[in-house]
T-cell receptor, first 110, second 116 residues
Framework: DAKTTQPNSMESNEEEPVHLPCNHSTISGTDYIHWYRQLPSQGPEYVIH???SNVNNRMASLAIAEDRKSSTLILHRATLRDAAVYYCILRTGNTGKLIFGQGTTLQVKP | EAGVAQSPRYKIIEKRQSVAFWCNPISGHATLYWYQQILGQGPKLLIQ????????DSQLPKDRFSAERLKGVDSTLKIQPAKLEDSAVYLCASSLGPGGVLYEQYFGPGTRLTVT
């Protein structure tokens, strides 16, 4: 299964943009890049996904490198409620299995 | 729309006892997943159902864990007998589609199991 590498932790100030990086150098052509986040004491929740092009939704933006070996999740204005563990996951195959790594713990300071 | 429901939310048992967790997925969701999340780690898939059939149970410790999804709706996950290392949060998730890459998974709040 393809793997991803993320920093263990990051800090941000409230109301500022946050760029969460993810490396996936062994990505294959059929792998989709998914991001989930897990708020304290809750189950993970879907954030965004993409294949090749940059993607935007109401929660975040996903910037994918041209060679697809890295991607960045962008929170445009961090709030205290965005403090969570963010998981970058490569998803492929018929089962679409989610394989979670350690993720990045984002701390947002007021 | 109601989310994924799980019960109980917390459970404390002694080692060698048995325990069961229940999950009710979002209405109409064909695919159901059980994950185990040990403290400080990401969730690990234990078993995936498509309707009432098993798609993937490669990570399920079958000597002590069992799961069923009768009638393709609710599901139960059982541990018998429990070990100390089974202490974790057990998460249930569901998705609308057949588990393909384009279908997001919706997670329940989880059941926190402590084995003493």
């Amino acid at each position: 299964d393809a793997k991803t590498t993320q920093p263990n932790s990051m800090e941000s100030n409230e109301e500022e943009p946050v760029h969460l990086p993810c490396n996936h150098s062994t990505i294959s052509g059929t792998d989709y890049i998914h991001w989930y986040r897990q708020l304290p004491s809750q189950g993970p929740e879907y954030v965004i996904h993409g294949l090749t092009s940059n993607v935007n939704n109401r929660m975040a933006s996903l910037a994918i490198a041209e060679d697809r070996k890295s991607s960045t999740l962008i929170l445009h204005r961090a709030t205290l409620r965005d403090a969570a563990v963010y998981y970058c996951i490569l998803r492929t195959g018929n089962t679409g299995k989610l394989i979670f790594g350690q993720g990045t713990t984002l701390q947002v300071k007021p | 729309e109601a989310g994924v429901a799980q019960s109980p939310r917390y459970k404390i048992i002694e080692k060698r006892q048995s325990v069961a967790f229940w999950c009710n997925p979002i209405s109409g969701h064909a695919t159901l997943y059980w994950y185990q999340q040990i403290l400080g780690q990401g969730p690990k898939l234990l078993i995936q159902f498509q309707n009432n059939g098993v798609v993937d149970d490669s990570q399920l410790p079958k000597d002590r864990f069992s799961a069923e999804r009768l009638k393709g709706v609710d599901s139960t996950l059982k541990i018998q007998p429990a070990k100390l290392e089974d202490s974790a949060v057990y998460l249930c998730a569901s998705s609308l589609g057949p588990g393909g890459v384009l279908y997001e998974q919706y997670f329940g709040p989880g059941t926190r199991l402590t084995v003493t």
